[in-house]
Protein backbone atom coordinates (compact mmCIF):
# COMPACT_ATOMS: atom_id res chain seq x y z
CA UNK A 1 0.00 0.00 0.00
CA UNK A 2 1.43 3.05 -1.03
CA UNK A 3 1.06 6.61 -0.15
CA UNK A 4 0.23 9.87 -1.93
CA UNK A 5 2.30 12.48 -0.05
CA UNK A 6 0.27 15.18 -1.36
CA UNK A 7 -3.36 13.81 -1.66
CA UNK A 8 -3.87 11.82 1.44
CA UNK A 9 -4.55 8.83 -0.72
CA UNK A 10 -3.46 5.35 0.04
CA UNK A 11 -3.49 3.78 -3.30
CA UNK A 12 -3.65 -0.13 -4.05
CA UNK A 13 -5.00 -0.76 -0.53
CA UNK A 14 -7.60 -3.36 -1.75
CA UNK A 15 -10.20 -1.44 0.32
CA UNK A 16 -14.11 -0.28 -1.46
CA UNK A 17 -15.33 2.76 -0.42
CA UNK A 18 -17.81 2.55 2.54
CA UNK A 19 -19.98 5.24 1.39
CA UNK A 20 -23.31 2.58 0.53
CA UNK A 21 -23.80 3.46 -2.85
CA UNK A 22 -20.59 3.31 -4.05
CA UNK A 23 -18.36 0.57 -5.47
CA UNK A 24 -15.22 2.65 -6.09
CA UNK A 25 -11.42 1.90 -4.47
CA UNK A 26 -11.94 2.98 -0.81
CA UNK A 27 -7.74 4.92 -1.16
CA UNK A 28 -8.90 8.23 1.62
CA UNK A 29 -9.50 8.07 5.29
CA UNK A 30 -11.89 9.65 7.43
CA UNK A 31 -12.27 9.79 11.25
CA UNK A 32 -14.61 6.71 12.23
CA UNK A 33 -17.16 6.13 14.18
CA UNK A 34 -15.09 5.67 17.22
CA UNK A 35 -12.37 8.03 17.60
CA UNK A 36 -8.81 7.96 19.32
CA UNK A 37 -9.56 6.86 23.57
CA UNK A 38 -7.64 4.99 26.08
CA UNK A 39 -8.25 1.87 24.52
CA UNK A 40 -6.56 2.34 21.13
CA UNK A 41 -6.23 4.46 18.39
CA UNK A 42 -9.97 4.52 16.96
CA UNK A 43 -11.02 3.35 13.59
CA UNK A 44 -11.15 5.20 10.32
CA UNK A 45 -13.33 4.88 7.11
CA UNK A 46 -11.88 4.81 3.91
CA UNK A 47 -13.83 6.27 1.09
CA UNK A 48 -12.98 7.36 -2.55
CA UNK A 49 -12.09 10.71 -3.57
CA UNK A 50 -15.80 12.32 -4.40
CA UNK A 51 -17.28 11.11 -1.12
CA UNK A 52 -14.46 11.55 1.13
CA UNK A 53 -14.69 15.48 0.13
CA UNK A 54 -18.29 15.31 0.97
CA UNK A 55 -17.39 13.91 4.23
CA UNK A 56 -14.85 16.94 4.59
CA UNK A 57 -16.95 19.75 3.82
CA UNK A 58 -19.48 18.34 6.55
CA UNK A 59 -17.10 17.51 9.18
CA UNK A 60 -17.55 19.80 12.64
CA UNK A 61 -13.98 19.17 14.49
CA UNK A 62 -15.67 21.54 17.39
CA UNK A 63 -19.08 19.60 17.46
CA UNK A 64 -20.22 18.74 21.19
CA UNK A 65 -17.86 21.68 22.65
CA UNK A 66 -19.22 24.60 24.78
CA UNK A 67 -18.22 28.39 23.69
CA UNK A 68 -15.47 28.19 26.18
CA UNK A 69 -13.83 24.91 25.05
CA UNK A 70 -13.71 26.28 21.27
CA UNK A 71 -11.57 29.44 22.23
CA UNK A 72 -9.51 27.43 24.56
CA UNK A 73 -8.49 25.27 21.51
CA UNK A 74 -7.64 27.77 19.18
CA UNK A 75 -6.02 29.48 21.28
CA UNK A 76 -2.09 29.47 19.75
CA UNK A 77 -0.89 28.26 23.59
CA UNK A 78 -3.28 25.65 23.69
CA UNK A 79 -2.17 22.57 26.01
CA UNK A 80 0.61 24.78 27.31
CA UNK A 81 -1.16 25.32 30.56
CA UNK A 82 -0.71 22.09 31.77
CA UNK A 83 2.40 21.62 34.61
CA UNK A 84 4.64 18.47 33.75
CA UNK A 85 6.87 16.57 36.38
CA UNK A 86 9.69 17.54 34.65
CA UNK A 87 8.97 21.66 34.56
CA UNK A 88 7.28 22.39 37.35
CA UNK A 89 9.16 24.26 40.60
CA UNK A 90 10.59 21.55 42.14
CA UNK A 91 11.24 19.41 39.30
CA UNK A 92 8.96 16.52 40.80
CA UNK A 93 11.17 15.61 43.67
CA UNK A 94 9.81 16.52 46.96
CA UNK A 95 11.08 17.62 49.31
CA UNK A 96 14.70 18.88 47.72
CA UNK A 97 15.90 22.25 47.04
CA UNK A 98 13.97 24.00 44.29
CA UNK A 99 15.97 25.85 41.55
CA UNK A 100 13.77 29.11 42.96
CA UNK A 101 15.06 29.12 45.70
CA UNK A 102 19.06 30.13 44.59
CA UNK A 103 20.51 33.47 42.89
CA UNK A 104 23.57 30.68 41.21
CA UNK A 105 22.38 27.88 39.21
CA UNK A 106 25.46 25.79 40.32
CA UNK A 107 24.90 26.13 44.40
CA UNK A 108 21.20 25.03 43.23
CA UNK A 109 22.77 22.20 40.86
CA UNK A 110 25.28 21.29 44.18
CA UNK A 111 22.46 21.37 46.55
CA UNK A 112 20.29 19.15 45.14
CA UNK A 113 23.21 16.63 44.02
CA UNK A 114 24.13 16.85 47.82
CA UNK A 115 20.38 15.94 48.95
CA UNK A 116 20.27 13.16 46.32
CA UNK A 117 23.50 11.41 47.64
CA UNK A 118 22.42 11.82 51.43
CA UNK A 119 18.98 9.83 50.14
CA UNK A 120 20.93 7.10 48.09
CA UNK A 121 23.23 6.71 51.37
CA UNK A 122 19.91 6.22 53.43
CA UNK A 123 18.68 4.14 51.01
CA UNK A 124 22.25 1.81 50.77
CA UNK A 125 21.59 1.42 54.95
CA UNK A 126 18.29 -0.09 54.90
CA UNK A 127 19.04 -2.26 51.99
CA UNK A 128 22.28 -3.90 53.75
CA UNK A 129 20.17 -6.72 55.50
CA UNK A 130 19.82 -8.13 51.59
CA UNK A 131 22.55 -9.19 49.32
CA UNK A 132 22.97 -7.88 46.07
CA UNK A 133 20.95 -10.78 44.19
CA UNK A 134 17.97 -10.03 46.66
CA UNK A 135 18.22 -6.31 46.07
CA UNK A 136 17.60 -7.50 42.49
CA UNK A 137 14.74 -9.17 43.13
CA UNK A 138 12.95 -6.62 45.23
CA UNK A 139 13.68 -3.72 42.65
CA UNK A 140 12.47 -6.78 40.19
CA UNK A 141 9.13 -6.53 42.69
CA UNK A 142 9.05 -2.90 42.90
CA UNK A 143 9.27 -2.95 46.72
CA UNK A 144 11.55 -1.06 49.17
CA UNK A 145 13.92 -2.23 51.96
CA UNK A 146 11.02 -1.71 54.68
CA UNK A 147 9.55 -4.74 53.37
CA UNK A 148 8.11 -7.68 55.51
CA UNK A 149 7.36 -11.26 54.59
CA UNK A 150 3.35 -10.31 53.96
CA UNK A 151 4.62 -7.31 52.07
CA UNK A 152 6.33 -9.41 49.78
CA UNK A 153 3.33 -12.22 49.01
CA UNK A 154 0.54 -9.21 48.62
CA UNK A 155 3.11 -7.87 45.79
CA UNK A 156 3.85 -10.75 44.70
CA UNK A 157 -0.55 -12.03 43.88
CA UNK A 158 -0.98 -8.87 43.01
CA UNK A 159 2.11 -8.99 39.59
CA UNK A 160 0.64 -12.69 39.15
CA UNK A 161 -2.65 -11.52 38.55
CA UNK A 162 -1.39 -8.62 36.48
CA UNK A 163 1.07 -10.43 34.27
CA UNK A 164 -0.61 -13.84 33.89
CA UNK A 165 -2.04 -14.60 30.89
CA UNK A 166 -4.77 -17.07 32.43
CA UNK A 167 -5.41 -13.67 34.50
CA UNK A 168 -5.13 -10.93 32.20
CA UNK A 169 -7.28 -12.09 29.60
CA UNK A 170 -4.65 -14.27 27.19
CA UNK A 171 -1.92 -11.27 26.93
CA UNK A 172 1.15 -13.16 26.76
CA UNK A 173 3.19 -10.00 26.33
CA UNK A 174 4.12 -10.02 29.69
CA UNK A 175 5.51 -13.38 30.40
CA UNK A 176 9.16 -12.14 30.71
CA UNK A 177 8.10 -9.45 33.16
CA UNK A 178 6.29 -12.98 35.03
CA UNK A 179 9.42 -15.17 34.83
CA UNK A 180 11.13 -12.38 36.15
CA UNK A 181 8.53 -12.00 39.23
CA UNK A 182 8.14 -15.79 39.88
CA UNK A 183 12.15 -15.86 40.07
CA UNK A 184 12.62 -12.64 42.24
CA UNK A 185 9.54 -14.25 44.53
CA UNK A 186 11.40 -17.60 44.90
CA UNK A 187 14.39 -16.05 45.91
CA UNK A 188 12.81 -13.24 48.11
CA UNK A 189 10.79 -15.99 50.45
CA UNK A 190 14.00 -17.95 51.60
CA UNK A 191 15.43 -14.87 52.28
CA UNK A 192 17.33 -14.72 55.56
CA UNK A 193 16.53 -11.00 55.83
CA UNK A 194 13.04 -12.20 56.72
CA UNK A 195 13.47 -14.24 59.54
Known sequence: MTRDKFHGRFANSG???????CDEPGEFRAPGYRGPNFDGPGEWRWLCLDHVRQFNSGYDWFE????????RAQSPVAGWATETRAFRA??????????????????????????????AEGNN?????????EREALNAM???????????????SELVRKYHPDRNGGDRSHEGRLGRVVEAYQLLRKSAAFA
Open 64 to 71: GMSPEEIV
Open 142 to 156: GLGPDTDRSALRRRY
Open 15 to 21: RICQHPE
Open 125 to 133: AAFSRFTPR
Open 90 to 119: DAGVDGMPRWADFHDPLDAIGARAGEIRRR
